[in-house]
């Protein structure tokens, strides 16, 4: 068993490394993070140039599908970084908060808009 140093409990003695499922969690956060920015800056430019074609819808609409699945696996990644006993959970967390706010986002957008 490893060395208990002052701060630790024995629990976290025992944990090692950090949760790989919890890291790609968190990347997967970003990466809808980003995905969403540039979404919403290509609506942003084709609200302004009030040039709405088919073209600027589907440049709209393609980045939302991404978004989507990358919460979905940020999710389910977050859920297994959290569930492994032995590693360390800081990244699942992060993941799964980022994710699930932007959930919470996503239904309360959709409840405003009608379709929920």
Do not use: N
Not at 3 to 28: F, K, N
Not at 51 to 57: D, E, Q, Y
């Amino acid at each position: 068993m490893a060395q208990i140093l002052d701060y630790q409990t024995p629990l976290m003695a025992e944990r090692s490394g950090h949760s790989w499922a919890g890291i790609a969690s968190a990347v997967l956060a970003l990466v809808m993070m980003v995905l969403l920015v540039a979404g919403a800056i290509i609506a942003i430019l084709a609200r302004q140039s009030r040039s709405w074609t088919t073209g600027a819808a589907v440049s709209i609409v393609t980045p939302l599908p991404l978004c989507i699945l990358c919460m979905i696996a940020g999710l389910i990644c977050g859920i297994v970084g959290v569930a492994q006993g032995k590693r360390k959970r800081l990244w699942a967390v992060v993941g799964l908060s980022i994710h699930g706010l932007a959930l919470l986002v996503l239904f309360m957008g959709l409840l405003v808009a009608g379709l929920g």
